[in-house]
């Protein structure tokens, strides 16, 4: 501080050294906090673990999504298998010799698919 900084009134000049003291006191304390290397580790270590916490509850949250779609795809492909099982049923009552379409076919890849994806699903 030079001679021409320095304030003539005495009680600014109280004020403005109680103010570098405080200054000085958060400057210290933040360099003995840097010094302190247990307490940073251990800080780290808090942090990592919360992130692991975070990231752990966004892939529950992640699987109960995937899960219900799963779910919602599997009965739609259920409800579209059974929807051609019966057109499949009526065309072989009216014409026997029918019996194995390419409908009844296709219902069947349809549900065979259905339960590959709700197994997958399930044990993922």
């Keep these: 501080m030079s001679t021409?900084?320095?304030?003539?009134?005495p009680e600014r000049l109280r004020t403005e050294i109680e103010q570098t003291r405080a200054d000085l006191g958060e400057t210290v304390e933040a360099l003995a906090a840097k010094t302190d290397v247990k307490a940073r580790a251990k800080q780290a270590a808090?942090?990592?673990k919360e992130r692991?916490?975070?990231?752990?509850a966004d892939a529950k949250d992640q699987v109960k999504v995937a899960a219900v779609q799963a779910k919602d795809q599997a009965k739609v492909a259920a409800v579209q298998a059974k929807e051609q099982v019966k057109v499949t049923a009526t065309e072989v009552r009216e014409d026997p010799r029918r019996a194995v379409s390419p409908a009844l076919i296709l219902a069947a890849a349809v549900a065979l698919v259905t339960v590959i994806v709700v197994v997958r699903r399930r044990r993922a």
């Design 46 to 48: 808090s942090d990592a």
């Design 4 to 9: 021409s900084d320095t304030p003539a009134d």
């Design 52 to 56: 692991a916490k975070d990231a752990a």
